[in-house]
C-alpha cells in the first residue's frame, strides 16, 4: 500500500520567506507527527496530532513555527520568515498504533 | 526531559557481529525503538522493547535493561547493506500525549569488505 508521502522533495528559499511543507500520511493512521534532522543529527520533534485532539505543539522552536492537519488526514507545516538555522530536512511519520511510526522521505530545506 | 546517548560512529566488517549501545534518562519510560536510516533516506522501523530482556528478528536483536536505562542493537552476520546510521529512541510515558519520541544523535555504522 502507499506509504506517508512528502512534498516537496526538496525546497530552496530566500531568508525571510514563508514556506509550506506537506504530508499526506498513511490512510487510516490517526497519529502523525512532525520531525526535523539537522545534518548529523538525531531527530528533533516538532509536533503530534491525534485524532481530533489538540495538538501538541511542545517542539516547536518558535511561534514562526506552525501546523495544522485538515480533515484528520494531510498536513502542512508554515515556516515564517525564514532563517538559516531552519535549513534542515523536515520529516513526517505517521502511526496506527503506540508502536511503530512510519517515516514520509522528508523534505531538504534549504535557506539561502 | 530525556537524554540519549549513543556512540556517533562504529566500524565492522562483513560476515561479523556489532553491538551498538544506547543509554538514556528519562523521567517516565514507555518504551524503546531502534531505527535505520540510510543516507538520504527516511528512517525505517527496526524493533521495539518495553520489558527487560531480549527481541530477536532475524539478523537483528535489541536487549532492554529499565533498571539500567540500557540497550542495544545487535547485529549478526553483517552486510555491506547494513551500513547506514541507527537511531536509539526513547517515548516518554509522563507525557500527555506519551507517543512522540525522543531520538539520539545516531551511529553511523561502516560495513567494511
Known amino acids: 500500500g502507499a506509504g506517508v508521502s512528502q512534498s516537496p522533495s526538496n525546497k530552496v528559499t530566500e531568508k525571510g520567506k514563508d514556506v509550506e511543507l506537506r504530508c499526506d500520511p498513511i490512510?487510516?493512521?490517526?497519529?502523525l507527527y512532525w520531525y526535523r534532522q539537522s545534518l548529523g543529527q538525531g531527530l528533533e520533534f516538532l509536533i503530534y496530532?491525534?485524532?481530533?485532539?489538540?495538538?501538541?505543539k511542545s517542539g516547536l522552536p518558535s511561534d514562526r513555527f506552525s501546523a495544522e492537519r485538515t480533515g484528520g488526514s494531510v498536513s502542512t507545516l508554515t515556516i515564517q520568515r525564514t532563517q538559516q538555522e531552519d535549513s534542515a530536512v523536515y520529516l513526517c511519520?505517521?502511526?496506527?498504533?503506540?508502536?511503530?511510526?512510519?517515516f514520509g522521505p522528508g523534505t531538504r530545506l534549504t535557506v539561502t | 526531559g530525556q537524554n540519549i546517548d549513543q556512540p556517533t560512529e562504529m566500524t565492522a566488517t562483513e560476515g561479523a557481529i556489532v553491538q551498538i549501545n544506547c543509554t538514556y534518562q528519562?523521567?517516565?519510560?514507555?518504551?524503546l525503538f531502534w531505527y535505520q536510516q540510510h543516507a538520504g533516506e527516511a528512517p525505517t522501523f527496526l524493533s521495539y522493547?518495553?520489558?527487560?530482556g531480549l527481541e530477536e528478528k532475524g539478523r537483528f536483536s535489541s536487549f532492554l535493561s529499565r533498571s539500567k536505562g540500557y540497550s542495544y542493537l545487535l547485529l549478526k552476520e553483517l552486510q555491506m547493506k547494513d551500513s547506514a546510521s541507527y537511531l536509539c529512541?526513547?517515548?516518554?510515558?509522563?507525557?500527555?500525549?506519551?507517543?512522540?519520541?525522543?531520538f539520539g544523535s545516531g551511529t553511523q555504522l561502516t560495513v567494511l569488505p
Open positions: 511519520a505517521s502511526s496506527s498504533d503506540l508502536y511503530e511510526q512510519y
Open positions: 529512541a526513547v517515548r516518554d510515558g509522563t507525557s500527555g500525549s506519551a507517543r512522540q519520541l525522543t
Open positions: 490512510s487510516g493512521h490517526t497519529a
Open positions: 528519562t523521567s517516565g519510560f514507555n518504551g
Open positions: 522493547n518495553v520489558l527487560d
Open positions: 496530532f491525534q485524532g481530533n485532539s489538540a495538538p501538541d
